[in-house]
């Protein structure tokens, strides 16, 4: 095989890599809107303390399941807005303030208490712009600096070929950098 061909060779590779990584990425973001997000945001604008408590219950075993319980999104540095942990315990405590058994109580103390309940919850899931509030890059998480490493690695490799080829073909031609 031939110089330029394995240069050719790798470059598709690379090309490949960093394709397969964002097509990676965008299928994991879908799997989290669809499974876990959208139970979120039901939950939150939902007038009805049931169907709010059924959508949380929903979006919290998505959450469970996927080990989304402790640890941080961020790969360098640890911040609040980060910590997975902090998320799911505000979540988990909500879900189990919402169980309390509202039939010893009054018709207007219950009804009190599902509105208090409601704004508890939206204030909880949704931030100041009214979108879910979630660690950043939580869809990828717990593999979040091995995504970071592939990706990064994908995008340098992608650059790295082509340039390899370039200097290659100049000098085939004579041309010398």
Same mark, same amino acid.
């Given at each position: 095989? %031939?110089?330029? #061909?394995?240069?050719?060779?790798? @470059?598709?590779? %690379? ?6 990584? =964002? ?5 994991? @973001? !879908? +799997? ?24 949380? $219950? ?5 959450? =469970? ?6 640890? &941080?999104?961020? !790969? ?5 807005? =980060? +910590?997975?942990? *902090?998320?799911? &315990? ?14 010893? #109580? ?16 939206? =204030?909880?899931?949704?931030? $100041?712009?009214?979108?879910? +509030?979630?660690? #950043? ?14 990706? *990064? ?23 010398? *950098?």
């Amino acid at each position: 095989m %031939s110089k330029m #061909m394995g240069l050719v060779l790798g @470059t598709f590779l %690379s090309l490949f890599l960093l394709l397969f990584w =964002e097509y990676t990425v965008i299928v994991r @973001t !879908i +799997d989290f809107d669809q499974s876990c997000y959208v139970y979120l945001e039901r939950a939150a604008t939902s007038g009805n303390i049931n169907f709010a408590k059924a959508s949380l $219950r929903i979006a919290l075993t998505y959450i =469970e399941k996927r080990g989304m319980t402790s640890g &941080h999104t961020s !790969i360098l540095y640890k911040t609040s807005g =980060e +910590d997975v942990g *902090l998320w799911y &315990h505000n979540l988990s405590k909500s879900l189990s303030k919402m169980s309390v058994d509202i039939n010893k #109580m009054d018709t207007k103390t219950a009804q009190s208490w599902r509105t208090a309940m409601l704004a508890q919850l939206r =204030e909880t899931i949704l931030n $100041r712009d009214g979108d879910v +509030d979630h660690p #950043m890059s939580i869809s990828l998480f717990p593999h979040n600096t091995a995504f970071m490493l592939w990706g *990064l690695t994908s995008l340098v490799s992608t650059a790295v070929w082509p340039t390899l080829m370039l200097i290659s073909f100049f000098r085939r031609q004579g041309f010398y *950098l």
